[in-house]
């Protein structure tokens, strides 16, 4: 699960001894927001925008339109 996670960027633990990973409090809570958001419904490359970006009002039209998304499913249901 880690190593897709770098793939995509969502991760960028720092390397020692070559290919040992070294997890920081920093890895651990983006671990942790990976997973909460997955819960939440949302894909990998969903989180990855909302990561990439600093700009809070981005990440609140991606957690709107996700909202959005959900409501709707509810509604159908």
């Not at 969502?10 to 990976?34: K, N, W």
Request: hydrophobic share 45%; glycine share 10%; aromatic share 6%.
């Amino acid at each position: 699960m880690a190593r897709a996670w770098e793939s995509m960027g969502l991760l960028t633990p720092v390397r020692i001894g070559g290919e040992r990973r070294r997890y920081g409090p920093d890895d651990l809570y983006r671990v942790a927001v990976i997973l909460r958001a997955k819960e939440a419904g949302f894909g990998l490359d969903g989180i990855r925008e909302m990561i990439a970006t600093s700009d809070p009002a981005v990440r609140r039209t991606h957690l709107l339109r996700r909202r959005a998304e959900l409501a709707q499913r509810i509604a159908e249901a």
